[in-house]
């Protein structure tokens, strides 16, 4: 085992180092992806209150809300540039209380939910 690999790296770096460089890529997206899908499938982790830290992504995978049902619920034009905001940014760019908008994303859930038969 230890010949052949002296031997790739000897007669073929480039192509040693590339593979090794798609094999660690592999194991990072494929850990990443594996601690995202054991995260989201804790239902404590689903339907979370709205806390002010908490990003638009977050509270969309959190209420199973899309990009196209949650981006006019927060008042966030679609087309603009994607910049980091909070809910609680979003709350007092509107002039509303977190609580409301919790309600507003509640209610958007459950229309939402009702459309796809869950």
């Known amino acids: 085992m ?58 969309g995978m959190s209420y199973g809300l899309p990009p196209e049902v949650l981006i006019p619920i927060l008042g966030l034009d679609a087309d603009g540039p994607r910049q980091r905001i909070t809910m609680g940014e979003v709350a007092a760019a509107q002039g509303i209380t977190l609580r409301e908008l919790q309600s507003r994303i509640e209610a958007a859930a459950q229309a939402h939910r009702a459309a796809r038969g869950d």
């Open 2 to 59: 230890l010949t052949r690999l002296r031997h790739l790296w000897t007669h073929h770096r480039l192509l040693t180092l590339l593979f090794a460089a798609a094999l660690a890529a592999t194991a990072f997206f494929g850990v990443r992806t594996v601690r995202q899908a054991i995260y989201w499938a804790d239902p404590a982790h689903l339907d979370q209150p709205l806390e002010p830290w908490m990003p638009p992504n977050y509270v």
